[in-house]
C-alpha cells in the first residue's frame, strides 16, 4: 500500500538515552474500533493520545514497530518558526492566511509543551530561545522586513544588529531574529510517553504489521494486513509519516528529499549562551541546538533526491562539511561527529503541512507534517483531526487541507 523508504541510516544520537518501551501484540483475528491509525511515530502517537482523551477507541498499527521509522532521525528543534519566513509566505498565500499560519504553529508549540506538564511526560523538555540568522535566503535588510511583519502579526520577535549579536552570543553574521518559547525535548521520550498513556485509557498496539490496503465507504472503513486479519474503524488515520499511500494520497503539491545530522560529545561548558536554537536562513540552511547534556546536534546538506543508497553513501562526507560549517560558526565547539545519521525528510512548497480529509474519502484522514517542523506539525495535526472525527470543524482546518 505505501510506497516503502529506508527512513534513516546510520546511529541517531537520540539512542544514547533509554526511552520508555511501547508493548505492541499480534493481530491475530478480525476487530473493530472507532479509530485505526496506521503509523506508530510521533504523529501516530499525538493522534492515539488526543483520541483516546476524547473517549474514541484506538487501534495502532505500524509495519515496523513502534518508534522505529523517522521518528528517531528527527533533530527536534520544535519550533514555532514556520520553514517559509512569514514575509515571504504572505507572497504565496496571503498576508492573512501566512498570519494565522504562523499563529496556529506558535499556540501549537504552547499547547504541546502545555500536555506535556499535564500528562506528566519526562522528556527532556526544555523552552528555548531561536536565533534565526541572516543567509543566502534573507539578509539583513530582510531579516528587518521579516522581524516587522511578525510583530504586525502578534508574534515577538527581536532584530539584532551584528553588534547586538555578537555582544549576546558571540557570533558573526550580518543580523539575527531572536525569538522565545520554543522546545527541545527527546523525540523518543516523548512519543513513547504518548502511546503509554493511550494505552492507559485503552488503546490496542499491534505490531509488525503491514497494512496492505484501505478501503472506504458511506459508513466504515477496512484495513487490509499482510497477516490476514483486517481491522474495521468508523475513521482511519494515516500517520504513515514520509512513506506515501498509494492511491490515496494526491501526489502533487510535495515531495521527498534527503538529510543529513550529526551529534557531539557531551561539552556543556562550550555552549554558547543560552543554548538557543540557531538556523540560517539560508537554503540549504544549517541548524542546530544543544541536548540536555550537553551535546550539540547539527544538521543540513539537504538535497533533493531519494534514493536511499546514494544518500547513505554520502554520510561520512557531509557529517564532515556539517562539522566544518558548525566550528567555523562556534570555534569554542568539539565538532567531531560523535553520532552521524541520514534520513528521508518531506516538503512542500509553501513549508506548510498536508492534514486532513483525503479527497473522495471523507473517512480517511492523512497526517502529512512535512518541513522542518514536523512534531510542531504533528500537534496540529492532532488537533484538527481529533476535532474532525468528534464532528467539529478546527477554524484553521483550511489552511492545511488538500484542497487548499
Known sequence: MTRKLDLRTGRPVWYAYRAPSVPAGKLTRDIKTDVAIIGMGISGAMMAEALTEAGHSVVCIDRRGPLLGST???????????????????????KQKAERAWRRSRLAVMNLKARIDELGIR????????????GDALDAAALRAEAEARRLAGIHATYLAPSALR??????????????????????????????????????????IEATAVKSSRDEVVVATAEGPTITASHVVLATGYELVADLVPA????????????????????????????????????MRATADGRVICGGEDEDFIDEARRDALIAGKSDRISQKLKRLLPQLDTTPEFAWAGSFGT???????????????????????????????????????????????CDADLFGFRR
Open 252 to 287: 502533487n503539491g510535495h515531495k521527498i528529499i534527503s538529510t543529513w545530522a550529526i551529534a557531539t560529545r557531551p561539552q556543556k561548558q562550550k555552549l554558547w549562551p543560552g543554548g538557543a536554537f540557531i538556523w540560517e536562513a539560508s537554503d540549504p540552511y544549517l541548524y
Open 123 to 134: 522528556c527532556n523538555t526544555q523552552t528555548k530561545q531561536s536565533l534565526y540568522l541572516a
Open 167 to 208: 555582544e549576546k552570543f558571540g557570533m558573526e553574521r550580518d543580523g539575527a531574529i531572536l525569538s522565545h518559547d520554543n522546545l527541545a525535548l527527546d523525540p523518543r521520550k516523548l512519543t513513547a510517553g504518548l502511546f503509554r498513556k493511550a494505552l492507559q485509557r485503552k488503546a490496542r498496539f499491534y505490531a509488525p
Open 72 to 94: 528517531s532521525a528527527t533533530t527536534a528543534l520544535v519550533q514555532f518558526e514556520i520553514d517559509q519566513p512569514l514575509s515571504l509566505l504572505s507572497r504565496q498565500i496571503g
Open 348 to 394: 512542500t512548497a509553501t513549508g506548510l503541512p498536508f492534514i486532513g480529509k483525503l479527497p473522495r474519502h471523507p473517512r480517511i484522514h492523512a497526517v502529512m507534517g512535512y518541513g522542518g517542523n514536523g512534531i510542531t506539525y504533528s500537534r496540529i495535526a492532532a488537533e484538527l483531526v481529533s476535532a474532525a472525527i468528534s464532528g467539529g470543524i478546527d
